[in-house]
């Protein structure tokens, strides 16, 4: 009799939670989770994704197009508005304000609603580029570059926050993989859209010609894209914004962005311009830290993300790294094409063509191979290491490397840099908590930027070096300075034969040492990948929060969700729920509803 009682007892029925229960273990589930939660998490039926999702795919694919095709008008631009030595700043601008936007972009969807904050995205894109298409002089074509910079940066993030809200941790490998391919083809197109534009018509086509487009993307996504579930007043949301981050964060990165961009062309390093700027920046990158730290109630950059998990750190790191490598790539390889080899621009496209192809088809084999095998981190390891041996192979480029070996390493670079983008983001995403999927997706494009400003100073740096090096004694003073800034128009300085020989020589130096910097920094990446934990394609709230407290929880406001995605986040919305009407307002904010909004 004594077993059977015990074995009664054993199975007798566990008595339901209790609401202190229930919040005392989602709390602890929850740790340093910040007063709002997600509650934008709307997975869609096949059927209404197929009509949201290439909606989605053009707006980024628009944001890229937009971002590159100004490049092949700026030669245009300096010469109708005299720029000069300013010129620069066509990109700078748009560069500067794009990465002041995506760090702060992920926390302001959160609070104001992931619709909202995109077709704003793209109405304050579409004026920038009206406006800049009649700039009459620097000042005017700087400030809307910046504009538009504001809308551009703001969609190709929310995009992919959006895409991670109406698509599952499971289903996400594949749909960012296509999303890969409209990035690989907006950047690809947009140099010969806009040199086109230019050349038959007038550079300021090379902005209006997208200004329709983008009205019109503006009107499909108000009508397909569900609405975002945000609650509460307006003015509530405003008291809920971080604005003492907002705005250091802001200016540490114009701070220390300009000089870093700018140090060693604009200004000299030694400048007091330089000097004083650098300073003031770190002093507010510390101010910023602190503020988000210990003062603001919903950070904007929360640092529980960098204390939580070490994969997180290290996928975050590892995209600093790319931004170093892939926009180095973009820049100096046009260079070496151009400069040292002496091929027209549209040649050098079209060398560097297999490259741009083959990462789309990197991102979709990607994708694809992560939906079929539920793991992101062989793909993230085969892929650096890809990408590794292509750098590896560029670092030995010379003055003949023939044009097939060039295409071949482009080749290889591309599926490496394809397989890499995406599925980082799969392994952020997998890797952190449903509320800080917004905030981790714009830290993540941030450090990428921010990456790419950071290599292109450096390589910029090596490379001014070596040419002052190289030439001195050979050149004058002034004419070294010429040639370090004017790289496409050697013909017109002057030279002799065998000062041209010289000046080619130089440059192709000081780009091999740029590149031979490049296959190492993706090695030590893909080592570190090796670090990383692949918990598969489950999200860290299903993962942390019980199904049966998680079920309590969505009865408690009689939701009944079948999916562990589904009560994971009925379970922190009722949190949420309770922490905003204890500390913000008395609206509460609204609940994820049982099924997906209508389209």
């Known amino acids: 009799m004594a077993p059977a009682a015990e074995n009664e007892t054993a199975t007798a029925t566990v008595p ?46 628009t944001a890229y ?23 620069s700043w066509v990109a700078s601008s748009y560069l500067l304000a794009t990465t002041s936007v995506q760090l702060i972009n992920g926390r302001l969807s959160d609070i104001f609603g992931r619709k909202q904050l995109l077709l704003c995205s793209l109405m304050v894109l ?11 002089n620097a000042g005017m074509l700087f400030v809307f570059r910046a504009l538009s910079g504001l809308g551009g940066g703001a969609i190709t993030a929310l995009v992919q926050i959006i895409i991670s809200d109406i698509t599952t941790l499971q289903q996400r490998g594949k749909y960012n993989g296509f999303i890969g391919v409209a990035v690989a083809c907006g950047s690809g197109f947009g140099p010969l859209l806009g040199g086109t534009m230019t050349s038959r018509i007038s550079w300021r086509w090379a902005l209006w010609y997208d200004v329709p487009w983008l009205v019109a993307l503006v ?134 063509l297999p490259m741009v192809a083959t990462q789309g088809i990197g991102s979709i084999l990607s994708g694809l191979i992560i939906t079929k095998t539920g793991h992101y981190n062989p793909v993230m390891i ?44 799969v392994a952020l995403l997998s890797h952190s908590r449903r509320a800080d999927r917004a905030v981790l997706s714009s830290l993540r494009n941030f450090l990428r930027t921010a990456g790419g400003t950071v290599g292109l100073t450096m390589a910029g740096a090596v490379l001014n070096n070596v040419l002052k090096a190289r030439l001195t004694g050979v050149l004058p003073a002034e004419a070294i300075e010429q040639a370090a800034s004017a790289a496409y128009g050697l013909e017109n300085m002057g030279l002799t034969p065998g000062q041209v020989e010289i000046v080619l020589g130089a440059y ?55 999916s562990s995605e589904g009560i994971a986040m009925t379970a922190a919305a009722v949190v949420v729920e309770k922490q905003i009407q204890a500390t913000v307002s008395p609206q509460p904010l609204l609940l994820p509803s049982a099924t997906p909004s209508r389209l």
């Not at 197009?65 to 010469?79: E, F």
């Not at 802001?250 to 030694?270: C, D, E, H, R, Y």
């Not at 394609?537 to 049966?548: F, I």
């Open 219 to 352: 009107a499909l996504l108000w009508y397909v894209l569900p609405p975002s579930r945000v609650g509460g007043k307006l003015s509530t949301r405003l008291r809920l914004v971080d604005w003492a981050g907002l705005a250091i964060s802001i200016a540490a990165v114009v701070l220390l962005m300009i000089p870093l961009s700018k140090g060693g062309s604009t200004f000299a390093w030694n400048s007091s311009i330089v000097i004083s700027m650098l300073t003031i920046g770190a002093v507010a990158l510390v101010l910023f830290v602190a503020v988000e730290w210990k003062f603001a109630a919903l950070p904007i950059m929360p640092l529980h993300l960098y204390r939580s998990d070490y994969s997180c750190n290290i996928v975050l790191a590892q995209n600093f790294v790319y931004g170093i490598v892939f926009w180095g790539n973009l820049f100096y390889v046009p260079v070496y094409l151009e400069t040292v080899r002496g091929y027209s621009a549209i040649a050098a496209g079209a060398i560097m």
């Open 16 to 61: 339901p939670p209790t609401d202190a229960d229930v919040e005392d273990q989602l709390d602890a589930a929850t740790e340093t989770t910040p007063v709002f939660q997600d509650v934008q998490s709307n997975v869609l039926p096949h059927n209404k994704l197929m009509i949201v999702f290439p909606v989605l795919a053009l707006a980024q694919f």
């Open 508 to 562: 192709m130096q000081g780009i091999r040492i740029v590149f031979v910097v490049y296959a190492p920094l993706l090695a030590a990446c893909a080592v570190a990948a090796c670090l990383v934990r692949d918990e598969g394609l489950s999200e860290k709230d299903a993962r942390s929060v019980s199904p049966a407290l998680a079920a309590a929880a969505a009865a408690s406001v009689g939701v009944n969700h079948a």
């Open 65 to 87: 197009l937009d971002q590159t095709s100004i490049s092949a008008a700026v030669p245009a631009i300096g010469h109708d508005l005299a720029l000069g030595p300013s010129l």
């Open 382 to 425: 085969a892929s650096q290491f890809l990408w590794a041996a292509g750098a590896a192979a560029q670092a030995f480029y010379s003055a003949t490397t023939p044009v097939w070996v060039i295409c071949i390493v482009g080749f290889v670079q591309g599926l490496g840099t394809g397989g890499c983008f995406q599925p980082s983001l």
């Open 126 to 136: 579409a004026a920038g580029n009206l406006a800049g298409g009649f700039a009459q």
